[in-house]
């Protein structure tokens, strides 16, 4: 192998060189090795080999960069060897990378062994002085490298004798584990350095003295019993409790049903008990409206008996007086945005709580009080957003529509909800954009499904109906911007834009009804057209607060606005001649002077309205007594300040409730002469409600048709 | 007319030999075990009060705690001391009186 030996031979050179350098490296470490062992307890001494080079610092600072590769770079890459099978010679890609840096020799021998043997010999010891040194090895060429640590070993001898306990203890390990040779001949009588170095200490705490501390708890009650056992006693022990076995058995007779009974009575008592104040609800209802009538009693006696005396002797005034005043804690600072009198229990109203402010907009209330208790109301809903207007279903008197000022309605159900509404519509279906000014409730449909109107500043006029679960609704009218004068050739006056305030529908004919608006506009519509109007009238020159069909001619009603009027119209006066403006032009007009918030008819007579101002009066007119004038003018508001925002008339008493923006609701009895009703002539039957009809209307007729023919005979 | 006494004879000379309960301020549960123990105890010692008394103690100082004492007997008379809720005094087999209750 000629090839093969060419490279050996280089490489040998190479290996020598490596070896003294990895010498002088070792030398380096060892004295290293046994500072570091040390360490930790001993203060470092640097021991320098003789032949170290001194550096000054700048040398000392320089750096050598080296860097280990696993690549042999002097191994040959074009190594070519001789094919004796295809007889030329080829490059061999595989070359030996190995390069042996440092070889070195195991210097430990088994002191049992021959060489041991022969060495101690040549050494001059003894086997017996040797037993304490387990191993020993020493190597002539080796001295001169060890000299550092045999130093460094002298060292330690003389502190190890300080503690010669410790370094005894530790021997056996530290001979066995010393990673250093030592040199048995020189350091036999030596201490071997532990390096576990370690030492104990102790301490005692100081304890704490024992104290005792006692306590009697108190002795179990006790009882004493005293009798006398005989056989006398016994018998007759066993006797009456025998007779009371008997007694329990033929009780026992039914013994499951009363059983039954029983447990069943237990039951029902645990079960009211539970719940102690519903338990007391309806006593403690009763006692409360007792003490109302007590504390309110001569308030109560006014209202059943008062009547103004002073009425006799004067035939064109009455007078309306003061009875309870209704407040809740929670609508102090809201205004009344409608009352509604409930249709079933005539002590019972319904008012609705929200704010006109646009500024000042919050939550709502919706409040139901009764006479009996004008102290606290029967019961109240709390709603997110001001409630503008209510109404009572006329056949359902618990079911109460709302319409809110953020265009949502709603349908409260008295009885089964006390804590929201059970319908409330959202924008998905149908609510409003803008404030839901009226609510009025229509009577049930063909399949007997309850329907409610609203209506509202966005100019919608929306039909509810509530099928089972959900509320549908659907747009009856849309009051939309349109050119008036390029709509009508005969005249009709389109409304420029529609913000609906107020609605009526009419007594008798379903269809029918009628739209106020924010412009002042009242506008004749029918259920059948969606965007046509029957008729339309200017009526007011600012917002209409309300429309109100009379209750009893079919073809008159009245108005009131903002701009300080209240005007009685005549529906159809002459609808195809449109081009007199009669059906233009109010029967009446009454100048209140200030904002009419609210105006209402009679429910008993024809001829009988009432309107406020929100300057705090409440006026009351009779046209068959005074037709300019009002019977009576009256300052109902508390303060100067509050203004009066809603009127109503009760069905049955005759007294009215009045809203104020204050949150309070004040009933006042009307005198008698501002309930004038025909009076029953003797010896005849009180007139049935068909006659009362026609006394009613022609008595309003009769009136109308004075009015009528004055401006025809102006002109 | 004899015949109708006969009749009422066993009647009302009828014996009861149901443990009754004559006097007791036990709990429910301690008062039905302390019987069930009296009645065991008796009807085990029937001639033999003194053990039956003796069974009676130690079995209900092992069940509630030491320091019961037990009278068993057919005729006399007692004033004991005894703590709150726990004293039992029982009829049964128609002639045996039991007194058990605790005081330390």
């Known amino acids: 192998m000629p090839a093969k030996a060419v490279p050996k031979a280089k490489q040998v050179p190479e290996r020598q060189r490596r070896i003294t350098r990895g010498r002088d490296g070792d030398d380096m470490t060892e004295v290293g090795d046994g500072t570091d062992a040390d360490d930790w307890t001993q203060t470092k001494t640097l021991v320098k080999p003789e032949d170290q080079l001194d550096l000054n610092d700048l040398e000392l600072k320089e750096e050598f960069t080296r860097i280990l590769t696993a690549n042999n770079p002097h191994a040959p890459q074009n190594i070519v060897r001789y094919s004796f099978k295809e007889r030329q010679y080829k490059h061999t890609s595989s070359v030996d990378q190995l390069a042996v840096h440092f070889a070195l020799d195991g210097n430990m021998l088994h002191k049992d062994s021959d060489e041991a043997r022969r060495q101690r010999q040549k050494m001059g010891l003894s086997d017996a002085a040797d037993g304490d040194v387990p191993l020993a090895s020493a190597q002539p060429s080796e001295q001169a490298l060890n000299e550092g640590a045999e130093e460094k070993a002298a060292a330690e001898a003389a502190q190890g004798e300080d503690s010669g306990e410790k370094g005894e203890l530790g021997e056996g390990e530290a001979g066995a584990g010393t990673p250093l040779p030592k040199e048995g001949a020189a350091s036999g009588g030596k201490k071997l350095t532990n390096q576990f170095n370690y030492s104990e200490r102790a301490s005692q705490t100081y304890n704490n003295p024992y104290r005792d501390r006692t306590t009697a708890t108190e002795p179990p009650p006790r009882a004493s019993f005293s009798s006398n056992a005989t056989q006398w006693e016994i018998y007759d022990a066993y006797t009456e409790d025998f007779e009371k076995q008997e007694k329990t058995k033929e009780k026992k007779v039914v013994p499951g049903r009363k059983e039954e009974e029983k447990t069943r009575k237990k039951l029902a008592i645990t079960e009211t008990s539970g719940d102690d104040i519903s338990r007391v609800g309806t006593a403690a209802k009763i006692v409360e409206r007792m003490v109302n009538q007590n504390t309110f009693d001569d308030i109560a006696q006014d209202f059943k008996y008062y009547e103004d005396t002073s009425d006799e002797y004067r035939e064109m005034e009455g007078t309306i007086l003061p009875l309870w005043r209704f407040s809740y804690e929670k609508a102090k600072k809201l205004a009344v945005t409608s009352l509604c009198w409930n249709p079933t229990y005539k002590d019972l109203f319904a008012a609705s709580y929200g704010s006109y402010d646009f500024m000042k907009q919050g939550n709502g209330l919706i409040v139901f009080y009764t006479l009996k208790n004008p102290s606290f109301p029967e019961s109240a809903y709390e709603t997110d957003s001001g409630v503008m207007c209510l109404d009572i279903h006329p056949d359902h008197p618990y079911q109460v529509a709302a319409g809110f000022y953020d265009g949502s309605v709603a349908v409260f159900n008295t009885v089964e909800r006390k804590d929201g509404p059970v319908h409330r519509c959202t924008a998905k279906n149908g609510k409003h954009t803008d404030p839901v000014w009226q609510v009025r409730w229509q009577k049930d449909d063909a399949d007997n499904n309850m329907n409610f109107f609203s209506v509202s500043s966005d100019g919608r006029v929306v039909h509810w109906t509530i099928v089972k679960n959900e509320m549908i609704f659907q747009d009856v009218i849309q009051l939309t911007l349109s050119d008036g004068p390029a709509e009508g050739p005969d005249g009709i006056k389109v409304p420029t834009t529609g913000c609906g305030t107020a609605f009526d529908f009419h007594k008798q004919k379903d269809y029918l009804f009628l739209v106020g608006t924010e412009e002042g506009k009242v506008h004749v519509c029918s259920k059948a057209y969606t965007s046509h109007f029957i008729d339309t009238m200017d009526a007011h020159n600012m917002a209409v607060y309300k429309v109100a069909w009379n209750h009893y001619h079919p073809k008159i009603f009245c108005t009131c606005s903002a701009d300080w009027n209240v005007k009685i119209w005549e529906n159809g006066g002459k609808p195809t001649d449109n081009a007199e403006p009669t059906s233009k032009k109010p029967l009446f007009c009454f100048d209140l002077n200030n904002s009419v918030g609210d105006v209402a008819w009679a429910p008993y007579s024809s001829t009988v309205f009432a309107a406020v101002t929100a300057d705090g009066k409440v006026y009351v007119y009779d046209l068959n007594i005074n037709k300019y004038e009002p019977l009576c003018e009256q300052m109902v508001a508390q303060k100067k300040k509050t203004k009066l925002t809603h009127i109503e008339f009760n069905p049955t008493y005759p007294i009215i409730i009045v809203g104020d923006d204050r949150g309070n609701v004040t009933s006042l009895k009307l005198s008698p002469n501002l309930r004038k009703i025909p009076k029953e002539k003797k010896g005849q039957p009180a007139m049935d409600t068909a006659q009362r009809l026609e006394f009613e209307n022609t008595k309003l007729t009769k009136i109308l048709s004075m009015v009528r023919e004055q401006p025809d005979v102006t002109k | ?104």
């Open chain 2, 1 to 104: 007319m004899e015949a109708t006494e006969e009749k009422k004879e066993p009647d009302t000379k009828r014996v009861h030999t149901y443990p009754l309960i004559r006097h007791s301020d036990m709990n429910d549960e301690m008062k039905t075990e302390a019987m069930e123990l009296c009645v065991t105890a008796c009807e085990k010692f029937a001639n033999n009060n003194e053990n039956a008394a003796k069974m009676i103690k130690d079995t209900m100082d092992k069940k509630f705690g030491a320091s019961w004492h037990a009278v068993v007997g057919e005729g006399y008379g007692f004033e004991i001391t005894h703590e709150v809720k726990n004293l039992l005094y029982m009829f049964f087999g128609g002639n045996v009186a039991i007194c058990v209750w605790k005081c330390s």
